[in-house]
């Protein structure tokens, strides 16, 4: 189990011992593929952990885009939050119900942002659960909470400047689909899109990075797998998956490891696989 670190991670013991304090706020932010029959709206009606929100990846997006769930306008965000009663001065603890999944997204959300104090919940619902703790199937009590945020343009990356760290070789990029779908060999959950991946980039499969309970492995796992890969923990680092939630995991971990020069390449494979002009390598 990895350490407390309320910017990063935290326990459920931690949030346990938390719940009550009254600058806390706990958004569920479960999410799943295309194809995958469940809801999550539902499940989370139907019992969450005491006085979460919920937040929406595919609503708090930005609608101009057809590309799924990018990262939302600073306006809109920023009334998404009052409205939910997140704001300036709150600890936010955010989870899903795979164990972690999409919270590393909402995780980056806020650092993208300018909001740091947000920590992933360890293992998420599924270890909460496990473990008997508490859950509510009422929605809280909800009041406007003024939010203040300051958009942190270096850590998100458009498809020109992927491109252009692809050719330069200057960042690494670091992609955390399974090694099927970055070989190639895997057929992609959206249709249209071509199979590979980025030239130059290396594969570190998210759930390598997380034990069977959905906690994050320690630092020293962490960095062994980076290595294996051939993953300079150091380095300036663009993350990308298939359309930007589990490249957040992997920034996480980075983080944990101390890389803070991070970015994540917000359309990802849902972008770079559906234009013929940009190239792709498979194997």
Not at 20 to 33: G, Q
Not at 46 to 54: S, V
């Amino acid at each position: 189990m990895a350490a407390d670190d309320p910017k990063t991670l935290v326990s459920t013991e931690w949030l346990e011992a938390h719940l009550e304090d009254p600058d806390l706020r706990i958004l569920d932010a479960t999410y799943f593929l295309p194809g995958v029959d469940r809801d999550p709206k539902a499940e989370y009606a139907a019992g969450h952990i005491p006085g979460a929100r919920y937040f929406d990846i595919n609503e708090i997006a930005d609608a101009r885009s057809a590309l799924p769930h990018m990262a939302a306008p600073v306006e809109k965000f920023v009334s998404r939050m009052r409205a939910m009663g997140v704001g300036d001065g709150h600890q936010v603890v955010v989870y899903d119900a795979m164990g972690l999944f999409s919270a590393a997204r909402v995780w980056w959300n806020f650092r993208l942002m300018g909001k740091t104090d947000i920590a992933v919940l360890d293992g998420g619902l599924p270890k909460w659960k496990a473990e008997g703790r508490p859950l509510e199937d009422m929605p809280p009590i909800l009041r406007d909470r003024h939010i203040t945020v300051q958009r942190q343009a270096h850590l998100v990356k458009d498809v020109t400047q992927v491109a252009a760290a692809s050719k330069l070789g200057d960042w690494q990029i670091v992609d955390a689909r399974s090694p099927g779908r970055f070989r190639g060999e895997e057929p992609e959950p959206r249709p249209g899109m071509r199979s590979g991946h980025i030239p130059r980039s290396k594969n570190v499969h998210y759930a390598s990075l997380l034990n069977a309970d959905g906690t994050m492995k320690g630092n020293d796992e962490l960095r062994a797998i980076f290595e294996a890969a051939g993953v300079d923990v150091g380095k300036r680092t663009i993350t990308t998956c298939g359309s930007g939630v589990t490249a957040a995991i992997v920034m996480l971990a980075l983080h944990r490891l101390g890389n803070a020069d991070v970015s994540l390449y917000d359309g990802s494979w849902s972008e770079w696989g559906q234009f013929e002009q940009l190239q792709v390598e498979t194997g």
